[in-house]
């Protein structure tokens, strides 16, 4: 698999010192242990600290800024940072109010997340994201998998830091929004690590349902289809995770996995749009875009959060980072 | 190749129809002929109208609001929008203070504004976008293409005409904008208008040095390098076109043509950046994504825009699309 890289092992590194160099005005960058945290810290307030491996740009550095991320720690790829980045980030960002880690449910990062929570000498809540909604490895007892919901989750913690909201406070709105949440995504062709082969094998007119963010295989390979039957494939475990009904109001977030052109996420965001509509559903805010991504995979999933007042109202607070600001 | 869609001739609408509804706040459609406009109109000064084919989003659509442009016409997938669209995007947008066409170089798109402009009862200019400087084609004395330079001139005229600057200043302005762009791209991969096989043929240790956005093979094919290489590559005939020189000040644009992840451009920036630091140029401004795209391209270019004190400024004006907002 072709890359634009130098040595595979200073990837990240040079990937972040670009991002960062790219956004002087929203951040700045810790090298050794790698973390990225706002240019300008929180005066007080809860801290809010996120990360996970890389691959998955936006995620999480782009979130970084005013409204959402005090720091991001990205890990190598694929792979979860350490709990010294985790700990140096939030000695950097956090203060007495303490601060909220957003933990994407996979076994690497839980384990960096709880040591770093143990050595951290300060308040620490604790928001788990878990909302791919594929059924993939169900058997196993590892719970869902954290998928592009993340972004939402992280979104809604860092608004109600931003307002200074006490810690038990976001910790409580980053949990309801995660229930709130249900992500299914759909890869068309598979992605590598730089240095090591394709993860999966695809063919021509077959696509791969339920995929996640790190190239895995999904729970099923499905003859390719038209757009709309696969928006509908899609939701529907999302409608039945969610108890979707007529009447609700929803956010409704077209994530591309990477390498899917602008114009089909668009595509697919009417596509949903209109099968929501179907069932009574308003799509009362949507977000389209790559925003949780896995390296160059061509796919997509679509996430619904069903928004109450609260959430609708944390949503819309400004924000000001890299890939959203509003 | 697999593509989210539904049936091929309506991908177009059904993907701008998604794009309008995402946006609900900065953008309208028209269906009929199809053009998408700001939704609150200016109220007086020159307006600022583009289009082109589609398969480059988020170009010209998301470029489409306060700041920036006033209407977007997209033609079919990597066609000429029709005279009709860019007639009737003017009449609704434009007013006695007349309207800047910005036109990239292509045989098709010139035939359709040319058209447009004889039809237009009202001041018309016109900025021809040519900062393709990989010498494409360059025998057969069409001139150079208008690639990913397009979004800064873009950016610059639509500046101009919201402070409400005369037409001829806008004009101006944008001739000299473009005069002082150039870009280069490279593709690492071919890409595929739906129903059609894909455009080129490249190897898996191959590169393909000064493609365009419309998947056209480009001026040669070298061996797969390692990142820094090729951004060394790109920006040879950027820097002989614009005699860059030590002391000078640039804005640099870092554009994914499609399939390439956000990470990887992100790390070709800091080597861009690394590249012209040493030749004692200085990154004064920089934008890194995905503006100008070829559908599905895994690739990239780089653009390098000389600012003076005007064009900078023009740059750092505010702008609110769906795109860009700053």
Known sequence: M???????????TESVTGFVQAHPALVTMHRSPLFVRRRTAKRKGVAVISGGGSGHEPLDLGFV?????????PGALFTAPTPGQIVAAAQQVARDDGVVLIV??????????ELARDMLDMPVQWVLVDDDVSGFAAHLGAGRRGVAGTVIVEKIVGAAAERGLPLDTCKRL????????????????????????????????QI???VGLHGEPGVSRVPFMAADAIV?????????????????GVLLVVN???????????????AARAALGRRGVEVRRVAVGNFATALETAGASLTVCV????????????????????
């Open 174 to 205: 980053g949990d309801r929004a995660n229930q709130a949440t249900a992500t299914m995504g759909v890869a068309l062709t598979a992605c590598a690590v730089p240095g090591v082969a394709a993860t999966f094998e695809i063919g021509a007119d």
């Open 104 to 113: 994407k449910n996979y076994a690497g990062d839980l384990k960096a997340f």
């Open 232 to 248: 509908d494939a899609l939701l529907e475990p999302i409608v039945a995770d969610l108890q979707l009904a007529a009447g609700q």
């Open 2 to 12: 072709k890359k634009f890289l130098n040595l595979p092992d200073e990837f990240v």
């Open 307 to 326: 928004l109450d007042d609260e959430l609708l109202d944390l949503w819309d607070a400004p924000v000001r980072t890299a890939t959203w600001r509003w």
């Open 65 to 73: 800024g005013v409204g959402m991320l005090d720091a991001a720690c």
């Open 208 to 210: 791969e349902m339920g």
């Open 256 to 270: 591309g996995l990477g390498g899917t052109p602008l114009a089909e996420l668009y595509l697919l965001q009417a």
